[in-house]
């Protein structure tokens, strides 16, 4: 499972129409089993998949964000802002979105490559993934801590920032 959030830490400028998109080259055989709070532009061949029919197969997949009326079942925490993000100065809640998937493949799951951001403007091409401290939540009323699912946080060249805990 990952867990995708993209700040716009601009402190005066927002991002606006058309929104982000967020682009990445999966490393080996990866797709996108299911989503939540955005989708994949593009399904690609998922002839190739039997029992569980893939969110997205493709390769290099597009991600954008889902609009502000979409149904409750698709959203995820601080998602579907409609790919806007708020300057983190005039309005820090807005300045994130968030996403969810289930990432699944025939051999092991590796870190996306080729990391990149779309907004209007020229778009940003990330670093690579740094491997970071795993994400732990609590369970049980608090009393024990369960690591959620290892991280890799974006060392990035440019604004707005991007944290990509995945897999």
Aim: glycine fraction near 8%; proline fraction near 6%.
């Amino acid at each position: 499972m990952a867990r995708v959030t993209i700040q716009n830490h601009y402190q005066y400028c927002h991002v606006d129409v058309p929104g982000w998109k967020l682009g990445w080259t999966w490393a080996n055989d990866e797709a996108i089993m299911s989503m939540s709070g955005a989708f994949a532009t593009q399904r690609g061949n998922r002839s190739s998949f039997k029992d569980q029919v893939p969110h997205s197969c493709k390769k290099d997949p597009n991600i954008v964000d889902l609009m502000l009326d979409v149904l409750w079942e698709n959203k995820s925490d601080n998602c579907c802002r409609g790919g806007l993000l708020a300057a983190w100065a005039i309005n820090p809640v807005a300045s994130f979105s968030s996403f969810e998937m289930i990432i699944g493949d025939t051999n092991n799951v590796q870190a996306p490559k080729s990391l990149t951001l779309m907004a209007p403007g020229p778009g940003y091409t990330c670093g690579q993934l740094e491997d970071t401290d795993p994400t732990v939540s609590s369970d049980i009323g608090g009393r024990r801590q369960v690591q959620v699912f290892s991280e890799y946080a974006l060392n990035q060249h440019g604004n707005p920032h991007v944290l990509i805990p995945v897999f």
